[in-house]
């Protein structure tokens, strides 16, 4: 039942619009691929390892296929034509001796063509099974563990740059109440074009998301979850230029959740945006497989835009981010979309219109788990008045129901926090939901009220935004500066030189199964 007394035909145009408004960028993703798509297809075919350099062997491989016969015809064909003229069955093999310079690639055509296809399409479906095997283990072991008693979900962030440290951190969290563990991506990650190898030690605010740091966490995370009674969900990040390479690692190591924002990459790392919505298609048809719960990030929009007056801007990203998770085979279960306690707290009534806010994202989305982030651009050092805002932000939460909850911290933007900070943060949840875990069905707003108009008001200028945005296009409104005030231009960023339009006879194993065409 609506809280907010909603104009349901108002909900179903704002829908409409945002299909029409990401059609094209959609139709744009099934024409292009990019360098991470097509090492994201080596990597379920098996290539591994690094070179003494620290680069990985698929980087080498795609690299040496598109020296000698461009990107557009995607990488599967020209690799397994070449394995078997060759006779190298070992895809890793095959990389170093073209890093040698020993193997040279071509297009294969007639009966080499079918047999490379044939082969392409086995390698390939055989990475895929394995991430249905740990799709199917997550759903033992939380048959086994069971599930957090009670929404929304704590998310905490470790982020040493150590990930032996970060375990350590990251069981303790789950011990104080923590559901959801986010290892933070070390600073600049997201601007490589290869995805580092092995374990890593060092990082600057964060740890190097490797497929090997995804092992030991979730390893470790299994290990609390059996001592604490409760599965312990992992996150990790799949944006920048290897989204699709990271989308895939996690499903292999069985993450539970990603950040995965259509936008985030160009607005606020400038990556090209044909290269952002080509890598994130399939990047979440990877996670719809996987059983992965996105994290959209629009609660990055209002660290740089006014969280009030912007604020249909985040609807509008919302209903965005729905549709292209909607294309890519994601269901509601896993749409974690985000929204952020972020108004100025001097802001006469900036409790009300935030819970406003919160709530208008909870009914455009009622089957959603959504993601509330908590306060960080007002915050100023003061750890009291800090612990106090991030009460109200718990309880904002508790009362507009959200699903996942990320615990924000007295010492943000001043100093990474301790584990005591962690601990008072944490205690502050866990009043908040032991208080009020109910508060939701006793919460209505008065009807015509200030919270109902404002929530009315948001939803009409995101209607009116995405009107324009159809008429402009997406691609234009994001170079207008529509979103979080950046203008990021199609033909300008980085990575664009990693992006290729198909050609006739392109081929692509992993999405001919993911979406079931053949």
């Known amino acids: 039942m609506s809280k907010l007394d909603l104009d349901r035909q108002l909900v179903r145009r704002a829908r409409q619009l945002a299909r029409r408004a990401g059609r094209p960028v959609v139709e744009l993703a099934r024409s292009h691929t990019t360098v991470s798509v097509e090492r994201a297809v080596l990597r379920l075919a098996g290539v591994a390892g690094a070179d003494p350099d620290g680069i990985p062997w698929v980087n080498r491989l795609v690299d040496a296929v598109v020296a000698d016969v ?64 740990r799709r199917a283990e997550r759903e033992r072991l939380i048959r086994r563990h069971g599930d957090p008693k009670q929404r929304p979900w704590i998310y905490l962030i470790v982020a040493t740059g150590d990930i032996y440290e970060d375990i350590r951190q990251a069981q303790a969290a789950a011990r104080e109440g923590a559901d959801v563990i986010a290892v933070i991506r070390s600073t600049g990650q997201s601007l490589l074009d290869y995805v580092p190898e092995g374990a890593t030690r060092e990082g600057f605010a964060g740890t190097y998301a490797t497929q090997e740091n995804f092992r030991l966490m979730r390893a470790a995370l299994d290990e609390v979850s059996a001592e604490v009674g409760r599965y312990v969900r992992l996150t990790n990040y799949a944006s920048g230029l290897c989204m699709p390479e990271i989308a895939t690692l996690a499903g292999l190591e069985r993450l539970d959740m990603m950040l995965n924002d259509s936008m985030y990459g160009i607005l606020f790392r400038d990556i090209n945006p044909i290269r952002t919505f080509v890598d994130q298609r399939f990047s979440r048809q990877i996670h719809a497989r996987a059983g992965i719960i996105i994290n959209t990030g629009e609660d990055n929009y209002l660290t740089t835009a006014d969280a009030v007056e912007a ?29 952020a306690f972020e108004i100025n707290p001097d802001l006469p009534e900036s409790f009300r219109l935030e819970l406003a806010h919160a709530l208008l994202a909870r009914e455009l989305f009622p089957r959603a788990p959504l993601k509330w982030m908590p306060p960080t651009r007002h915050m100023t050092g003061d750890v009291f008045r800090g612990n106090l805002l991030d009460g109200f932000f718990n309880l904002a939460g508790v009362l507009t129901g959200q699903g996942i909850l990320l615990v924000g911290m007295m010492t ?29 069905e006793d919460f209505v707003p008065k009807p015509g009220g200030f919270i109902q108009r404002r929530a009315a008001t948001v939803l009409a200028e995101a209607v009116q935004l995405l009107e324009r945005i159809v008429d402009e296009g997406l691609l234009n409104a ?34 001919e199964i993911l979406e079931g065409t053949q």
């Open 70 to 133: 461009g990107l557009g015809h995607g990488v599967a064909l020209p690799v397994f034509a070449a394995a078997a003229s060759s006779g190298v069955d070992d895809l890793t093999l095959l990389a170093q001796k073209a890093a040698a310079g020993s193997v040279h690639f071509e297009v294969p055509t007639g009966r080499a063509a079918t047999a490379a296809r044939r082969a392409a399409r086995r390698s390939v479906a055989a990475g895929i099974r394995r991430i249905d095997r």
């Open 412 to 440: 943000e933007a001043v100093a990474t926090p301790w584990l005591s900070d962690r601990d008072i943060a944490l205690q502050n949840v866990r009043y908040v939901l032991n208080a009020c875990s109910g508060l939701h």
């Open 311 to 339: 604020a249909h801007t985040v609807t509008v990203s919302q209903l965005l981010n729905e549709y292209f998770a909607h294309e890519a085979g994601l269901a509601d279960w896993q749409l974690g979309l985000g929204h």
């Open 478 to 511: 994001i170079a207008a500066g529509t979103f979080g005030i950046m203008k990021r231009p199609p033909d300008r960023g980085r990575g664009l030189d990693g992006v290729a339009r198909h050609e006739p006879d392109y081929y692509n194993p992993a999405t």
